[in-house]
């Protein structure tokens, strides 16, 4: 077994001094089928200096090339590979689309400039991987050269069994790395999803002498991106596309772009994306439901937390990659005047607990003005969108509040509670309500809440305090259907402050509302 030689990470603030190492994730999976012997081979055809495949082992104990815990996505057999012994999964597929074993691919790239980098996700896979390497091309000049990624846990499984391996450490947090997170694995590449890339983590992998490999980046601009950023390794499904806009990007001097997009440009591509993101994560929180009998329900929304979040981030990062994001689970991540906000579940003590009332809020501002936003109901499969100046819809339905005056008697109003305590003033507000004949209502979710303002539901909703993270999508479409925002000191155009108690309603109630909700917030007492 040959180590991968990793270069010396390239010099952070000097892009275009040399062009990142192109990894070929799953061969070229969009050419043939992926992990397969012929993705391989295209992979390295097209010039991949790395070919980054999967490995799982069977039940005999024969490391093969999978992604997934089962064989049933890619070869339509529900088993999980663990529990199916080698000679039923080699019958699967046909032709040379079939699953290999990873020393017939450790034999196809003997001789070839390419790279292995072998995947694992589960340690105790760890053994028969490690074996099935060791044992290949042992002691001849052509040896395939290897490194390794995968969990923390299945790549210190790897280096215990293996201290001279090129390991890579993953790295899923928007935090730069330190000394002390590497010093126990020794990795020599910090190995993280393109969501988490930022110029501060480039510096700290620099300076500790590991190099950057980030994933999946297909499209041209993060290409170019990751690249002005330092990354020294880009994983890629299309490895063609990489290797036109890095050579293109040599040929040309790494320049940027000498036009900036004007507002209506980036609002017309963000609405776009963020509406298909949202129906993206309806599918994936209908799929990920959180199961009461499967164990610690809060760990399983905040799995389902972070998964949600990290995928945004990514699918924003692919399509706007200068742009900063904020988000609830991983922080703050820097950029230009653009900025997203991100809440994955907003009412997660609901998910919990079986209740169907959460949402997820996605909404980008530019300057700090809201310029696009999305609230997603991922149980009734509604997503709310508004952009600057173009109106609130819900599928083909026009969200528009008249002005017709509306008496408190008989309506609704939402509000959610200040963490687990009613804010103050909330019992004033109540009484004062209650004897106009108004019901209040706490659904659990204030995304969701302010957002029914917009779609006519209820005569208004308030907030003990503003967060653009929770509320800045909801605050958009508001406005953008004509309804009324307000703080203490009046009616806001465009965000309240951080922080503080605002007031969204109807325009034909809202001045009766204002004047009960401040009385209450305030402590002047009930109104007449």
Known sequence: MTTLETPAPTTTGRPGLRPPRIVASRGAPGVRRENTLPAVAVAEALGADL?????????????????????????????????????????????????PRLDAVLERLEGCSAALVVGLTDPADAA??????????????????????????????VRALLPEADVWMPWDTLR????????????????????????ATVRAAHALGLCVAVWTVDDPEPTRWATRLGADLVLTEDVATVHAVLAAAERDGWSRPVREPGEAEVAGRAQTLAHRIAHEVIAFTREHRVDPDAGDTGAQVTALDRSIEQHVRGRVRAAFPEHGFVGEEYGVAPGDKHRWYLDPVDGSRNLANGVPWTSTSLCLTRSGRPLVGVVVDPWRGEVLE?????????????????????????????????GAHPWPGFGVFVDALAA??????????????????????????????????????????????????????????????AGVPFLAAHPGAADELFAVWTAAVTGAGPTS
């Open 51 to 99: 070919v980054a495949v999967d490995v799982r082992v069977t039940a005999d104990g024969v490391a093969v090339l999978l992604h997934d815990e089962t064989l049933g996505r890619m070869w339509g057999d529900g088993r999980r590979v663990s529990a199916t012994p080698w000679c039923d999964v080699a019958r699967l597929g046909n032709g040379l689309d079939r699953i």
């Open 128 to 157: 028969a991987a490690v074996r099935t390497v060791a044992g290949a091309g042992t002691g001849l000049d052509d040896a395939v050269r290897v490194a390794w990624r995968g969990t923390l846990v299945a790549m210190q499984a």
């Open 176 to 199: 730069a790395p330190t000394a002390a997170d590497v010093q126990e694995l020794g990795p020599s590449t910090l190995d993280l999803d393109v969501a988490f890339l930022t110029p």
């Open 386 to 418: 508004a952009r600057r100046g173009r109106g609130a819809t819900e599928r083909d339905r026009v969200l528009r509040l008249d002005d017709a005056p509306r008496a408190l008697a008989g309506a609704v109003v939402g509000t959610e509670l200040d």
């Open 436 to 497: 106009r004949s108004c019901s209040v209502r706490v659904p659990g979710s204030g995304t969701l809440t302010i957002a029914q303002v917009a779609a006519g539901r209820g005569i208004g909703a308030c907030m003990p305090a503003f967060d653009p993270v929770d509320h800045g999508a909801a605050v958009l479409l508001v406005h953008e259907a004509g309804g009324v925002v307000l703080t203490l000191d009046g009616p806001v155009q465009d965000f309240p402050p």
